[in-house]
């Protein structure tokens, strides 16, 4: 059993409020869950102390027995100083240059090199003379 620590939400339509929880992965998202661990309020500013209410020492508990947070959760422990922050990619490959487009670069980058080359040589040749 693969336990994940997630958010449940709660609230009504357009004004969400989540619950903290330990749950088994294969329960739905606000099903079953086997122990709560705190809220978190997405409407209140970063700055307020009620946005992000956790029993730290039961979230410390739950991932030392290998419970695995999900990606939004870690990042919160992260500005909490709970667990290491993920990974993240500064540009996906999806978003990355295609092979012209890397072609074309490439061949500004080389035209810009003997531009600076050749007004280099000029600046040469006038200093000599």
Not at 7 to 35: C, M, N, T
Not at 105 to 127: L, V
Request: glycine residues 4%; positive net charge.
């Amino acid at each position: 059993m693969t336990v994940r620590i997630r958010l449940s939400r709660g609230g009504s339509k357009k004004h969400p409020y989540y619950r903290v929880v330990a749950a088994d992965q294969r329960a739905p998202r606000d099903g079953r869950f086997i122990e709560k661990l705190g809220s978190y309020n997405p409407l209140l500013p970063q700055d307020h102390q009620e946005r992000l209410v956790l029993d730290v020492e039961k979230v410390k508990a739950w991932l030392a027995k290998g419970a695995q947070p999900t990606e939004r959760l870690q990042k919160l422990f992260a500005n909490l100083g709970i667990c290491a922050a993920p990974a993240t990619r500064n540009q996906p490959k999806k978003s990355a240059p295609k092979a012209k487009a890397l072609e074309r670069i490439k061949e500004k980058e080389e035209k810009a090199k003997a531009a600076a080359e050749a007004a280099a040589a000029a600046a040469a040749e006038t200093a000599e003379a």
